[in-house]
């Protein structure tokens, strides 16, 4: 921050209570620190081995090696190369690409991997994310408008989807009551932040989890 105070510290001294409803990510941020300081090691090997654990193999924080395997981002500089293999978000590439808001690369078999884990230990099974928690991140506690409400880290619609997208062009969405979930992998920022077309596809991907849209095709 070139202020010589710490990132927490400064994290904290915000003030939390503002009137309406805004989006940011200081409260991951911080829960990344808290966890650093809680277990005496980095997050980059915490996470690893979360994802080990859940079977996620090929998801890890970069930076990655230029290949066809890795979506390259947005050109930030008119004639300039896309960014590529680096993580997107400004404030964690300012924290070395390792945060706990944002910095991981995935894979669609890894991203389906999270999402049936998620969904088992939501339905009573053991693993390693404590079913309390997951099921009180997917409860709704504060009114985002749009008839969307925010759980802990998840957005939850009336219809019981719950989701959460990336900048970049993300997104995971599940139905716990039936299992389903579809996941949304696209470098959509890649041709300009207005990522044209992207609420479509996101708004496709939710209604293809809707149980209704199920029922009638039964």
């Not at 910095?103 to 994310?129: N, Q, S, Y």
């Not at 389903?180 to 996101?202: E, S």
Request: proline share 6%.
């Amino acid at each position: 921050m070139g202020t010589g105070q710490h990132l927490a510290e400064a994290i904290l001294s915000d003030p939390l209570e503002e009137p309406g409803y805004q989006y940011i990510d200081q409260g991951f941020i911080l829960l990344g620190l808290v966890l650093e300081n809680l277990y005496g090691t980095g997050l980059e090997r915490l996470a690893e081995d979360l994802w080990e654990e859940m079977g996620m193999r090929s998801t890890s924080y970069g930076p990655l090696g230029r290949s066809p395997s890795v979506a390259p981002t947005e050109r930030r500089l008119v004639g300039a190369a896309p960014d590529w293999g680096v993580v997107h978000d400004e404030a964690a590439a300012l924290m070395g690409g390792v945060a706990g808001h944002a910095g991981a690369f995935t894979t669609a078999i890894d991203l389906g991997a999270f999402a049936r884990e998620m969904l088992r230990v939501h339905e009573g099974g053991r693993g390693p994310v404590p079913k309390p928690f997951v099921r009180a991140s997917w409860q709704p506690h504060v009114d985002a408008g749009h008839r969307i409400s925010r759980g802990l880290g998840w957005l939850v619609t009336p219809e019981g989807i719950v989701y959460h997208n990336g900048f970049t062009g993300t997104g995971l969405f599940m139905h716990p009551r039936s299992g389903r979930y579809v996941g949304v992998l696209t470098n959509a920022v890649h041709y300009g932040r207005d990522r044209t077309g992207l609420t479509d596809l996101r708004a496709a991907a939710r209604a293809a989890l809707v149980p209704q849209s199920h029922d009638s095709q039964t």
